[in-house]
């Protein structure tokens, strides 16, 4: 049964960058695609971001486009955020998510889609 275990997450400045992981254990990653999302309170869970499962194709929010990136490294079974001049509307619980069911050949960012998901990671950017 997969697992999947977000970290990284924290407290940072406005401007100030931090680099999730997606760690997964008991079954590989590396047939799968990916995503990122994120979720305030009282606001539905939105995605983030999303990698195929060779890694060839990304897509981003456009919230976030230019200065997130996405990347995987299937021999350590991890999937990586990287977040770059953060803003204080990117405060969030981060979550990844793995689509088990499909071949995604253009990856996507909708919950729908993905059927095993991470407990989450707090990010808060705050002066």
């Known amino acids: 049964q997969l697992q999947l275990v977000e970290s990284g997450g924290g407290l940072v400045q406005p401007g100030g960058s931090l680099r999730l992981s997606c760690a997964a254990s008991g079954r590989t990653l590396e047939y799968y695609a990916v995503a990122w999302f994120r979720q305030v309170p009282g606001k539905e869970r939105e995605g983030v971001s999303c990698i195929t499962a060779s890694g060839g194709r990304t897509d981003y929010a456009d919230s976030v486009k230019g200065r997130f990136t996405i990347s995987r490294d299937n021999a350590k079974n991890t999937v990586y955020l990287q977040m770059n001049n953060l803003k204080p509307e990117d405060t969030a619980v981060y979550y990844c998510?793995?689509?088990?069911?499909?071949?995604?050949?253009?990856?996507?960012?909708?919950?729908?889609?993905?059927?095993?998901w991470g407990q989450g990671t707090q990010v808060t950017v705050s002066s």
């Open positions: 998510a793995v689509d088990l069911v499909t071949v995604q050949l253009q990856c996507v960012m909708t919950t729908a889609d993905f059927n095993s």
